[in-house]
């Protein structure tokens, strides 16, 4: 990710699932069931694989589900009409600052964790940033919480646990806090459960956060802001295998098979390509 490489196929689990979200962010924003389909239809990217059930005919009868199983929500859009708070990218200072790159000096830890300049050389402490996307902010019951779309074909009894404690739907909580400048109480999580075989199934669940869970989050975010700077600086990137084959394989996991630098090299000039990846635009 640091050089820049991607693989020149993408999955079929991942286009499909950005271009449902094409779908539910035209929904949600008019309401108008035939542009919904014109922006998946618009969005389908070329190059999709042929042998996947996820096609473009089942991502637009997965959309017309959707519209048909929630005619009408329980819950406002913020925003909405005119303005309806809908795929909103986020770059967000967390008022962190990494330990000095120069003298590499750890502090005590509530010295460090807000100031921007090291006390031992000097030298200025790079900032920590957190971005991504979230798909929408809604009103419900009086209080505020994010929508997460997701497309799953794993909708077991146990689906929504993963959700709490979760990186991601904490950073979106704490991001929307930031930017509406209100309390956000939790995230909703909006399931679409596809399958090759089956039914489509439609589940949601809300996952809240305390403050206290979100204090925790970002302690947890400066730890692993670190880690990835000493990787940096040392120039050796231990593999998380745990997450090798966690959702299908990971799409470097061919390289990484590889021992020999030469041959891992090789092969990403033979099956990848240069594209920086953009964590406010969607991927796939």
């Not at 991942?14 to 539910?24: A, N, P």
């Not at 120039?235 to 061919?254: D, F, I, V």
């Amino acid at each position: 990710m640091n050089e820049g490489w991607t693989s020149r196929r993408k999955s079929g689990a991942l286009g499909f699932g950005s271009c449902l979200h094409e779908g539910l962010a035209t929904w949600y924003k008019t309401h108008d069931v035939a542009a919904t389909l014109y922006a998946i239809n618009d969005k389908w990217p070329e190059g999709m694989p042929v042998d996947d059930f996820r096609t473009k005919e089942k991502c637009l009868t997965v959309m017309a589900e959707y519209i048909k199983n929630y005619p009408a929500e329980t819950w406002t859009v913020v925003g909405a009409p005119d303005h309806p708070v809908v795929e909103v990218p986020f770059t967000l200072d967390t008022g962190m600052f990494l330990p000095c790159a120069i003298c590499q000096i750890v502090e005590d830890h509530e010295d460090f964790k807000y100031e921007s300049t090291c006390s031992n050389c000097d030298g200025e402490r790079e900032a920590i940033e957190y971005g991504g996307i979230y798909d929408m902010l809604i009103e419900f019951g009086g209080k505020l919480f994010v929508v997460d779309h997701k497309t799953t074909s794993m909708m077991g009894s146990g689906y929504f646990r993963q959700f709490k404690p979760n990186n991601q739907m904490t950073g979106y909580i704490w991001a929307a806090s930031k930017l509406s400048g209100q309390a956000v109480s939790g995230a909703l999580i909006n399931a679409v459960g596809i399958y090759k075989v089956g039914k489509t199934k439609f589940e949601r669940e809300i996952t809240s956060r305390s403050p206290i869970a979100i204090d925790t989050w970002l302690q947890d975010v400066y730890t692993e802001c670190c880690n990835i700077q000493y990787h940096k600086i040392h120039g050796h990137w231990p593999k998380r295998t745990n997450a090798c084959t966690l959702y299908g394989l990971c799409e470097y996991h061919s390289v990484h098979e590889l021992d020999h630098p030469a041959e891992q090299e090789k092969l990403l000039e033979m099956s990848y390509v240069r594209d920086k990846w953009d964590y406010e635009m969607r991927d796939g």
